[in-house]
């Protein structure tokens, strides 16, 4: 399936026709053998919103996941939710929805371009291979100028049984998650966590900001090898809730290395008295006592026409 648009592609909201609701989006899959189709769309802007997808991908088999391409000269955006609680994604996985081992094939392919990806409301973008027996995961590439994640979002590559797929973020301004992941990860098996890199590694370029906040980036195992994180940047600030990890609880721990300058922000700061300032310190005479004239204190607001009189005057 090949979408091209010169201005925009957007999906949004909830449709009802001849009896039948649900969410608006594109949905190619497999039940058997064969591998999940193709899905290109490229517009100048696109955004998938309410709870609207895409999906490509095997529910039966060993077929493989679906390939997702999607290409926008300005920018992807998937956010809002559904009224029934259901979020925006893409997804190019592998199911086992029998639950016969053995029957999964390796997860799909998502690659992303625009100058500016934005996810929000729980969005995710996945692919996986779940299922005993099953596949590798598939490789998620994105490239874009910014990337903005908030509010519970995911970018994930992860297998129940085999090895986890790789993430590649290429981001030359900045890679900023607050209240979101980005995971490679596998549950069960030997399998070993997938790698996450962001920064280009050919060109030897990285982002001019990676922020974590309250987010974590991680390529973890169970019983195989932990993955891979490498992270190039300019600028790279991380509250101290947030966690970049390549763990394994049975295997070998993965790989965290990050190639930015040493910044210790806390140390440039000054850390203020908690104790309040008394007035009484400075005011030498007291209102009371300039009053002379008067048995009482008063407070008066006036409209200084030139500047205000000094403080002891």
Not at 148 to 158: A, K, L, R
Not at 181 to 204: F, K, L, M, Y
Not at 232 to 241: I, R, Y
Not at 266 to 271: A, F, H, R, V
């Amino acid at each position: 399936v090949t979408l091209k648009a010169a201005e925009s592609v957007s999906f949004a909201g909830e449709s009802s026709k001849a009896g039948i609701s649900g969410i608006s989006g594109i949905w190619i899959s497999t039940e058997e053998a064969g591998d999940a189709g193709k899905l290109t769309i490229d517009a100048k802007n696109i955004s998938f919103a309410d709870g609207a997808y895409i999906i490509s991908g095997t529910f039966s088999g060993k077929g493989k996941g679906g390939e997702v391409t999607l290409n926008a000269a300005e920018t992807i955006t998937l956010s809002g939710v559904s009224s029934e609680g259901n979020r925006s994604f893409v997804d190019a996985s592998s199911y086992n929805i029998y639950g016969i081992i053995g029957n999964t094939g390796p997860g799909g392919k998502i690659s992303v371009s625009a100058q500016k990806l934005s996810i929000s409301d729980k969005g995710k973008i996945t692919t996986s291979s779940e299922g005993e027996g099953g596949g590798q995961a598939g490789d998620i590439s994105l490239n874009a100028s910014k990337l903005e994640m908030s509010g519970g979002t995911s970018i994930s590559s992860n297998a129940t049984f085999s090895g986890g797929g790789r993430i590649s973020v290429d981001a030359k301004d900045t890679v900023h998650l607050t209240d979101s992941s980005i995971t490679t990860n596998v549950a069960q098996g030997s399998g070993r966590g997938g790698d996450i890199t962001i920064g280009n590694p050919d060109t030897g370029t990285g982002s001019r900001f990676v922020i974590l906040n309250r987010s974590h980036i991680q390529a973890n195992a169970q019983d195989g090898d932990g993955g891979a994180v490498f992270i190039q940047t300019e600028n790279f600030l991380k509250s101290a809730d947030s966690k970049v990890t390549a763990t394994s609880e049975r295997g070998n721990q993965g790989t965290v290395k990050i190639d930015a300058p040493d910044l210790d922000i806390s140390s440039g700061l000054t850390i203020l008295s908690g104790n309040f300032f008394d007035a009484i310190r400075w005011a030498s005479t007291p209102c009371e006592a300039r009053s002379s004239d008067e048995p009482e204190s008063r407070f008066e607001v006036r409209i200084h026409i030139a500047h205000p009189v000094p403080f002891g005057d």
